[in-house]
Nanobody, 126 residues
Framework: QVQPVESGGGLVQAGGSLKLSCTAS????????VAWFREAPGKEREFVAA????????YYATSVKDRFTISRDNAKNTVTLKINSLKPEDTAVYYC???????????????????WGQGTQVTVSS
């Protein structure tokens, strides 16, 4: 099973930017749909963005649309989440998750992803 690993989190000021990376050593990672989720303290893990494997179709939560950009580089087995104009409400642990099978807007939910990374902390100060 593919094991994604997140990196790139840290402490940033509001308005700043971050680039989160999700990588896997397995070449099959490029055939998986990949999504980013986040979990703030005391809150449910929520969907942030996703990208398909076939045509790299992207999906975004309304709350992050236009600020977050998800992309993938299959040659590097990497999925990137670029975050601009960070807000304090973006503070959370960000998780990368993979789904072996095809996905759609109907499957952008925690229960539809089977392989999870450990998470990377993003903290946005005021």
């Amino acid at each position: 099973q593919v094991q994604p690993v997140e990196s790139g989190g840290g402490l940033v000021q509001a308005g700043g930017s971050l680039k989160l990376s999700c990588t896997a050593s397995e070449d099959t990672f490029r055939t998986w749909a990949v999504a980013w989720f986040r979990e703030a303290p005391g809150k449910e893990r929520e969907f942030v963005a996703a990208i398909t494997s076939g045509d790299s179709t992207t999906y975004y939560a309304t709350s992050v649309k236009d600020r977050f950009t998800i992309s993938r580089d299959n040659a590097k087995n990497t999925v990137t989440l670029k975050i601009n104009s960070l807000k304090p409400e973006d503070t959370a642990v960000y998780y990368c998750a993979g789904r072996r099978w095809a996905m759609s807007s109907a499957t952008v939910d925690v229960r539809h992803f089977e392989s999870w990374g450990q998470g990377t902390q993003v903290t946005v100060s005021s």
